[in-house]
T-cell receptor, first 112, second 113 residues
Framework: DQQVKQNSPSLSVQEGRISILNCDYT??????FLWYKKYPAEGPTFLIS?????DKNEDGRFTVFLNKSAKHLSLHIVPSQPGDSAVYFC???????????FGTGTRLKVLA | NAGVTQTPKFRILKIGQSMTLQCTQD?????MYWYRQDPGMGLKLIYY???????DKGEVPNGYNVSRSTTEDFPLRLELAAPSQTSVYFC????????????FGEGSWLTVV
């Protein structure tokens, strides 16, 4: 039972263009969502998050959008840079549980 | 700035052997986690702990045991290693409170042959 799904295992984008990574969830109790970035042979590092009381959060080149009715969130990276090439995981949790559930990841390749 | 530290980084085990993956954090975090990452399968939660003396099962707990005797340490025990436990293991931790991110260690690569 995969509560958090990333249906695209990989994505290739030209440098300077927009990268859009998608994530779907099934548990309507989730109220906090995070995106992590992972380089090979390293642990995941936090990128950006969003609470369910918002529908958008921006941090520099990274924007996360949340559509609660569709149980869908997306990460936009504009402009994409070669250094953004990594695996991106979305994660979700319900406040008070401290149990973070991760998706399967999307491998982003930004082509120079 | 040690953060979350995992040892060992790499280990090869024979089927049926036992071992413990060590995890320690120096951020005084209440909550600690063990995840495993299999190719194409994302990060699966094995066990987590909300404080010393309290642990709970995650999504894939079978074949593992944990303990939390101190705030800093959260070891993961494999009692009878099986090839299906070949994976990369990540320890993580976070503060109490809504809206906190979790911080990961660098990972432990385990191969069971």
């Amino acid at each position: 039972d995969q509560q958090v799904k990333q249906n695209s295992p990989s994505l290739s984008v030209q440098e300077g263009r927009i990268s859009i990574l998608n994530c779907d969830y099934t548990n309507s109790m989730f109220d906090y969502f995070l995106w992590y970035k992972k380089y090979p042979a390293e642990g995941p590092t936090f990128l950006i998050s969003i609470s369910s009381i918002k529908d958008k959060n921006e941090d520099g080149r990274f924007t996360v959008f949340l559509n609660k009715s569709a149980k869908h969130l997306s990460l936009h990276i504009v402009p994409s840079q070669p250094g953004d090439s990594a695996v991106y995981f979305c994660a979700a949790t319900t406040s008070g549980t401290y149990k973070y559930i991760f998706g399967t990841g999307t491998r982003l390749k930004v082509l120079a | 700035n040690a953060g979350v530290t995992q040892t060992p980084k790499f280990r090869i085990l024979k089927i049926g052997q036992s071992m413990t993956l060590q995890c320690t954090q120096d951020m005084n975090h209440n909550y600690m986690y063990w995840y495993r990452q299999d190719p194409g399968m994302g990060l699966k939660l094995i066990y987590y702990s909300v404080g010393a003396g309290i642990t709970d099962k995650g999504e894939v707990p079978n074949g593992y045991n944990v303990s939390r005797s101190t705030t800093e340490d959260f070891p993961l025990r494999l009692e009878l290693a099986a090839p299906s436990q070949t994976s990369v293991y990540f320890c993580a931790s976070t503060h109490r409170g809504f809206g906190n991110t979790i911080y990961f260690g660098e990972g432990s690569w385990l191969t069971v042959v």
